[in-house]
């Protein structure tokens, strides 16, 4: 557990440790902080970088995959991770411009306008800047239910590659970010590797409930504290998500009839501040009340158009 200043608390990553086998499970982010506390864990318990015998990633995001490279180049070892990682984390060329055409048409037809314009420069930048983050050697992919000395549970929804791991001996689950024990955990918006929007927080909250059913002592989970009482944390966040989309469901009712609507009209400022965060909160929340016959979509002009 490494401590960050942000809302996230903390940045967490395990070693998991069975007979001769040592497993590295997600890597932080790419910084000294990061890279001091894997040191003082492994010499902790008389272990060193070249015992760990593979690293396994609960999704792409950079604060989970940060220290990947500066591992192998001083100890290669096996990368396993879901295959929608493979893209993501090799920074494929047209994968990455197709995903920010993806959200440059997104926007627009959430009637986000000029705000929607500038993300999409500032994604294009980002696209340059990132380049060199590429992940270095191969990334192998998990197919099956099993790997090593896990189940896997493939959890989309906080990201479209996110998979936990779970011990079942222990009854110890390596969640992700799927279930955080202090903040409700994004579903952010995404495409498939066709370029489709998913339904990322009906993702999400379908795999809540998958975990829901599973028996586990601990949740390890990317940020915060570990979790304990995993059950009635997760029935408090699907809750939370019902009652949130019924806020915008009111607000649509009172005319705001775009998502941009909705989302400036919830979020005020934030909306500019945390545009994308934003909209994939209000996105997600509408595509439930949509499956759930709450809302219907018209596009008009090229925007769609919420009604109640
Ligand atoms: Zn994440």
């Not at 000294?32 to 593979?54: F, K, M, R, V, Y």
């Not at 959430?110 to 500032?122: D, P």
């Not at 994604?123 to 270095?136: G, P, V, W």
Request: charged share 20%; with cysteine; hydrophobic share 40%.
């Amino acid at each position: 557990m490494v401590p960050v200043s942000s809302s996230l608390k903390s940045v967490n990553f395990f070693l998991y440790k069975k007979q001769h086998s040592l497993t590295l499970i997600d890597a932080g982010f790419d910084n000294e902080d990061c890279w001091n506390a894997l040191q003082t864990a492994l010499t902790a318990h008389d272990l060193s970088l070249n015992d760990i015998t593979q690293i396994l990633l609960t999704h792409h995001h950079v604060d989970h995959i940060g220290l990947v490279n500066r591992i192998l180049s001083e100890h290669p070892v096996p990368v396993y991770a879901h295959p929608l990682s493979v893209p993501r984390l090799k920074r494929d060329d047209d994968f990455m411009a197709m995903r920010v055409e993806f959200f440059a048409k997104l926007y627009q037809e959430m009637g986000c306008g000029e705000q929607g314009e500038k993300q999409t420069a500032y994604l294009q930048q980002a696209l340059e800047k990132n380049r060199t983050e590429k992940m270095d050697g191969e990334i192998r992919t998990v197919k099956g239910n099993q790997l090593l000395d896990f189940d896997v549970l493939y959890v989309p929804g906080h990201a479209p590659d996110q998979i936990a791991f779970y011990q079942k001996d222990c009854q110890w689950l390596f969640g992700g970010d799927l279930l955080l024990e202090h903040i409700s955990s994004n579903a952010l918006v995404e495409p498939d590797l066709e370029g489709h929007r998913m339904m990322t927080l009906y993702e999400h909250y379908q795999s809540l409930k998958r975990v829901l059913g599973v028996n586990a002592d601990v949740i390890f989970p990317g940020h915060g504290m570990l979790i304990e009482n995993h059950k009635a944390l997760i029935q408090k966040r699907l809750d939370g998500i019902g009652r949130k989309a019924d806020k915008f469901l009111a607000l649509i009712e009172f005319g705001s009839t775009t998502a941009a609507a909705v989302a400036k009209t919830y979020y005020k400022e934030t909306y500019i501040k945390q545009f994308s965060l934003v909209m994939s909160e209000v996105i997600g929340h509408l595509d439930y009340l949509e499956l759930q016959g709450k809302v219907q979509k018209e596009m008009v002009s090229g925007v769609w158009y919420y009604s109640a």
